[in-house]
Each structure stands twice: as C-alpha cells, then as structure tokens.
C-alpha cells in the first residue's frame, strides 16, 4: 500500500525530521516562562513570605504556602507568563535579596 499526499497535506508516515522538528520548536514557545525562587540560608521565612506579599500581591496564606514550599522543597515557582516579565519579576526579587531563576514551564 502506498500512502502519498493529499491536498498538500504529509501523512503519518511521510512526516520529515524537519515536520518534526519544527513541531517540537512551535510547542516549546507555547509554553511560558517560569519565575522560581530556591531555598538560601539567609532570609528568614517571615521576610520571604512579606516579598512575596509585596512584588505578587498574593494573600497571606498563599504567600505563606510558597514560602514553606521554598522553605520544605527547596524551591517554588512563584509567578509565569512572558519571557520580559520573568526577567524582570527575577530582577525583583535579586533586588530583595532572594534567590531566583527563571526557565520555561515544564
């Protein structure tokens, strides 16, 4: 049997590693950007918790979840979106003294 192509279209069995290649590319800038922030030595976890109250805006207990997140498993993601507003949310936290990265969501 012989699969061919039909109305421009490849079929399953003809896709290219350049098809493939090109998919897995258009997947990967679908997904956001990450903002987390790792455990250090340092800041006490009342102070993570307020950083993350005032750069976030998130409530008392979701900001003290996160801190106890960062505090337990040794990090936690705490914002996502565009690459511009993950570079600058890990600017605001280096500037309050916390320890972050950013990477796309996995």
Known sequence: MRVG???????????????VEVTEILEAEDRPWVTVVWDDPVNLMHYVTY???KLFGYSKAKAT???LQVHNEGK????SGSRD???HDVQRL???????TM???Q
């Open 5 to 19: 192509v039909v109305a421009g279209q490849l079929s399953a069995a003809q896709a290219t590693p350049e098809t």
């Open 51 to 53: 950083i993350f109250q």
């Open 65 to 67: 979840e996160l801190m």
């Open 76 to 79: 936690a993601v705490v914002s």
């Open 85 to 87: 507003r993950m570079e």
């Open 94 to 100: 280096h500037a309050a003294g916390l320890w972050a």
């Open 103 to 105: 990477q796309r969501d």
